[in-house]
């Protein structure tokens, strides 16, 4: 299993850019595909975008469609979530998980499923100011 560490979270106003990042440590990184999710308080996690495991197929949540971007690097074994145009209500702790991609890529109707994942970052703070 890989491990995952979340960095690049902070306080940015309000129309500003932040870009994510996270590092996996371990073997196969290629072979797992990878999710973000965030957590308000007081609100379920929920997802926010996935990426397969080759990079050829990423999906998003509704709300960040055209404004966020998922993608990953796989000679450094990390996944980036370019984060555009934020709203205070992006505000979240934001963590990547991933899950070893047995299927083929095309099988997408996963993505948003929490339980799909089983390897979670600890998580990092994205806060938005008016």
């Known amino acids: 299993q890989v491990q995952l560490v979340e960095s690049g979270g902070g306080l940015v106003q ?20 990878m999710g973000w999710f965030r957590q308000a308080p007081g609100k379920e996690r929920e997802f926010v975008a996935g990426i397969s495991r080759s990079g050829a197929f990423t999906h998003y949540a509704d709300s960040v469609k055209g404004r966020f971007t998922i993608s ?11 984060m555009n145009s934020l709203k205070p209500e992006d505000s979240a702790v934001y963590s990547c998980a991933a899950r070893y991609q047995y299927l083929p890529e095309y099988i997408s109707n996963w993505y948003e499923e929490r339980d799909k994942y089983d390897i979670w970052g600890q998580g990092t703070q994205v806060t938005v100011s008016t």
């Open 14 to 33: 309000a129309g500003g850019s932040l870009r994510l990042s996270c590092a996996a440590s371990g073997r196969a990184f290629g072979s797992y595909a």
């Open 72 to 82: 990953r690097d796989s000679a450094k074994s990390t996944v980036y979530l370019q």
